[in-house]
């Protein structure tokens, strides 16, 4: 429990310092509250089942692994598989818009037409759970050490919120994503337009839409969610991969448009 607090603290005063600065930015929508407050207890339910879970899982099988790092190479390990973990990232986000049963699990983050800052938070249990139990035969046999995979998901949480915000970073934002996938490159993945489609799946590090050509940049406003969003509410998000409804799950993006 205690590593739960102590994981959780850096990213709770993140949330905090973005979620002032978004009221600054911008005017907030009317049901701004009640909005976070779903996303977030999504988040913490999230939190709370699986770091005991797959969270301790994927702890125990980096301290079983059999590779060991000799001293002079510790960081350099450490650098590749902070790396690999993202390049996994990347791979696995790909894969949930390019598999119709991934993507019913994904679009519950997908529909959120409100993004801010709690949009980070607003992931199915199950997305989380796969993700983790494929990631487990990278961490076996790269060797991730405990400190490196805590370093990687602490950035990533960190970094998530960062780009789900509403900052708008204006001229400054291609300085961010020249390392790191910025507010604009995640705001255009969200987006409802056709064109944006397929685009911009990194994590934390922009490097791999570069390498992958999913890099993609447009000046125009943006409309995030998908057609027939369900309402907002902890159940219907917790029921949506669940529901036969041709305006989520179906709809599809890049099954709909025949992109990839
Ligand atoms: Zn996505
Ligand atoms: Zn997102």
């Known amino acids: 429990m205690d590593d739960l607090i102590l994981r959780l603290a850096p990213a709770s005063l993140w949330l905090a310092i973005l979620w002032c600065v978004e009221t600054f930015v911008g005017a907030p929508a009317p049901n701004r509250f009640r909005h976070g407050f779903v996303n977030l207890s999504l988040a913490a339910i999230n939190g709370v089942l699986l770091f005991f879970t797959f969270g301790a899982l994927s702890i125990w099988v980096c301290t079983?692994?059999?590779?060991?790092?000799?001293?002079?190479?510790?960081?350099?390990?450490?650098?590749?598989?902070?790396?690999a973990l993202d390049l996994f990232s990347y791979c696995w986000h790909r894969l949930n818009h390019s598999v119709p049963a991934l993507w019913r699990i994904h679009s519950v983050h997908h529909s959120d037409a409100q993004m801010d800052v709690t949009t980070a938070g607003r992931f199915h249990a199950l997305e989380i759970a796969i993700g983790a139990l494929l990631r487990l035969p990278v961490l076996y046999a790269l060797g991730v050490s405990t400190i490196t995979l805590?370093?990687?998901e602490t950035t990533l949480?960190?970094?998530?919120?960062?780009?789900?915000?509403?900052?708008?970073?204006?001229v400054y934002d291609w300085h961010f994503r020249l390392i790191t996938a910025s507010p604009l490159m995640h705001s255009i993945h969200h987006s409802c337009d056709p064109r944006d489609y397929g685009s911009n799946f990194s994590s934390v590090l922009s490097l791999w839409d570069r390498v992958f050509s999913t890099l993609r940049l447009t000046e125009r406003p943006l409309k995030h969610g998908l057609e027939g969003s369900c309402p907002e509410s902890l159940g219907s998000?917790?029921?949506?991969?669940?529901?036969?409804?041709?305006?989520?799950?179906?709809?599809?993006?890049?099954?709909?448009?025949?992109?990839?």
């Open 64 to 83: 079983v692994s059999p590779v060991v790092t000799e001293s002079p190479f510790v960081f350099l390990h450490s650098v590749a598989c902070f790396f």
């Open 150 to 152: 805590v370093a990687y």
């Open 157 to 170: 949480v960190l970094v998530s919120m960062f780009h789900h915000s509403k900052l708008n970073l204006g």
């Open 237 to 260: 998000l917790v029921a949506r991969p669940f529901v036969a409804d041709p305006n989520s799950a179906d709809n599809h993006p890049m099954h709909r448009s025949g992109g990839g």
